[in-house]
């Protein structure tokens, strides 16, 4: 079965600085892979997505990650963080359903917290 | 604008009562899932739904049941057989696409507590 691990809970960067999030998967297939953020109390946005091709994948808010397959990891980054960036993120691997749709695994989340 | 409503917002919930959860798209999305979310573990796949008249349990299906009468709802019910509901409840759908592989899109989620 396919698992995600967001090794850090949570990040505190100061305004304007870089940020950098983990993920790391457990895939026997190449896998579908997503970053969503979360801010309080509300749903999931989707940040950016990988499938194939080009393994640095561009995504919204000036956030992008790349894909390293001898690592097993989807790392998202941000050159440099906005006070409107501090929320949850969520890393996933999505399985293959059959017709319709894909599965999604999430990873625990990392919630960052931004210093002025 | 298209998206995912899911009513009530806030949700209180009795010992031994039934509550359901509404969740309605306007994407024209065939498939449709249920997620429960707690502080620190993700989202966990509680059921989805590939096509109207079709659902399959994901990974924690207990105390919970669904229905698909119509393309657009899929609401959940969390019955009392659930032992510990309080949780951040999210929706969400996707479209089939090319090899499957579009991204799901997720309401606003409602909070489920216990009275």
């Known amino acids: 079965a396919q698992s995600v691990t967001q090794p850090d809970i949570h990040i505190t960067v100061s305004e304007g600085a870089s940020l950098e999030l983990r993920c790391n998967y457990s895939?026997?297939?190449?896998?579908?892979l997503f970053w969503y953020v979360q801010s309080p109390g509300q749903g999931l946005q989707l940040l950016l997505k990988y499938f194939s091709g080009d393994t640095l994948v561009q995504g919204i808010k000036g956030f992008e990650a790349e894909f390293k397959r001898s690592q097993s990891s989807f790392n998202l980054r941000k050159p440099s963080v906005h006070w409107s960036d501090a929320a949850e993120y969520f890393c996933?691997?999505?399985?293959?359903?059959?017709?319709?749709?894909?599965?999604?695994?999430f990873g625990g989340g990392t919630r960052v917290l931004v210093k002025p | 604008d298209g998206g995912i409503t899911q009513s009530p917002k806030y949700l209180f919930r009795k010992e031994g009562q039934n509550v359901t959860l509404s969740c309605e798209q306007n994407l024209n999305h065939d498939a449709m899932y249920w997620y429960r979310q707690d502080p620190g573990q993700g989202l966990r796949l509680i059921y989805y739904?590939?096509?109207?008249?079709?659902?399959q349990k994901g990974d924690i299906a207990e105390g919970y049941s669904v229905s698909r009468e119509k393309k657009e709802s899929f609401p959940l019910t969390v019955t009392s057989a659930q032992k510990n509901p309080t949780a951040f409840y999210l929706c969400?759908?996707?479209?089939?696409?090319?090899?499957?592989?579009?991204?799901?899109?997720f309401g606003d989620g409602t909070r489920l507590s216990i009275l």
């Open positions: 996933a691997v999505g399985l293959l359903i059959k017709a319709a749709g894909n599965k999604l695994t």
């Open positions: 895939y026997g297939a190449t896998p579908y």
């Open positions: 739904s590939q096509i109207v008249n079709d659902f």
């Open positions: 969400a759908s996707s479209t089939p696409g090319e090899g499957s592989n579009q991204p799901q899109h």
